[in-house]
């Protein structure tokens, strides 16, 4: 796999956790999952992508032939219940997780200094805070995009991220999701985002030296 081919894998990856995390899936995503158009690595990456590549093949072959209405409807009902409540058992914020922080305090303001740091702005489509997962992922392929460019820089913004952000609370965020909810689609998003994590983690120790 050239360099190119690499970068472009991992956006894939990102994406496909934002789209499943940052609010409910809409159809259109839906339906291409089932179609068979999002793509996953041959061979062995990591064990939890391989297990998140597992049980999201599971969750389209248990679904093939399904009325797409009523399984964009099962997803909306799943995702108000686990992540948006009233009272809902995961809160798929980094100040969350942190012990070191308040929730929505001087955690939040750390992560928005780290974008800053970058010269990076969230997007103002995201119905979340900027600790919210979809918007941390969405700077992590914004960094992607900048390292495939020949941006040196960009692998020292992601190590620097990694260590201070999305290694210290996506573990148990994803155990969270695993112990909640059944919705193998959900699942397999958490698993992915566990293994992605894992690869970029390994991935910028090599190129951040």
Known sequence: ???SAIYDARTELVDFVIEVFWDVPDREFVESLLAGEVVVPDGHVNDALDEGFDVLQSYIEAN???????LHEELEVEY???FVGPRPPVLPHESYYRDDTDYMGQGLADVEASYAAAGWTPPENYPEENDFVAVELAFLRWIIGRQATGAEEAFGY???FLDEHLTTWVGEFVDDVLDETDDDLFRAAALVLQGLVEFEDELVAQMAR
């Open 158 to 160: 992601e190590r620097v």
């Open 80 to 82: 108000t219940r686990v």
């Open 64 to 70: 093939q032939g399904r009325p797409l209405d009523e």
């Open 1 to 3: 796999m050239d360099d």
